[in-house]
């Protein structure tokens, strides 16, 4: 049974649901806050900088998604008010 991580030809990474999870508890809102964390050099080796190639066929939908901001639920939230 294999660990849930991913390897490309230089590194191994998380599984994309524990990036993830990692990355949604940073509350990161856009590409722009996403690119500044990439930049500051506090993101773990563990986790990809270009998470769309890294996960392409394992889990990626969008930046949104893995950000942790479904812009469908926002909008969604919004409609109920």
């Given at each position: 049974?294999?660990?849930?991580?991913?390897?490309?030809?230089?590194?191994?990474?998380?599984?994309?649901?524990?990036?993830?999870?990692?990355?949604?508890?940073?509350?990161?809102?856009?590409?722009?806050?996403?690119?500044?964390?990439?930049?500051?050099?506090?993101?773990?080796?563990?986790?990809?900088?270009?998470?769309?190639?890294?996960?392409?066929?394992?889990?990626?939908?969008r930046?949104?998604?893995?950000?942790?901001?479904?812009?469908?639920?926002?909008?969604?939230?919004?409609?109920?008010?």
């Amino acid at each position: 049974m294999g660990t849930g991580r991913l390897a490309t030809k230089d590194k191994t990474f998380l599984s994309y649901k524990e990036a993830q999870l990692y990355i949604n508890s940073l509350k990161l809102e856009n590409r722009t806050q996403w690119r500044a964390y990439i930049k500051s050099g506090n993101k773990p080796n563990n986790i990809p900088a270009e998470p769309s190639k890294v996960y392409k066929e394992n889990g990626w939908v969008r930046l949104n998604d893995w950000l942790g901001n479904n812009i469908s639920q926002k909008k969604s939230k919004r409609k109920r008010r």
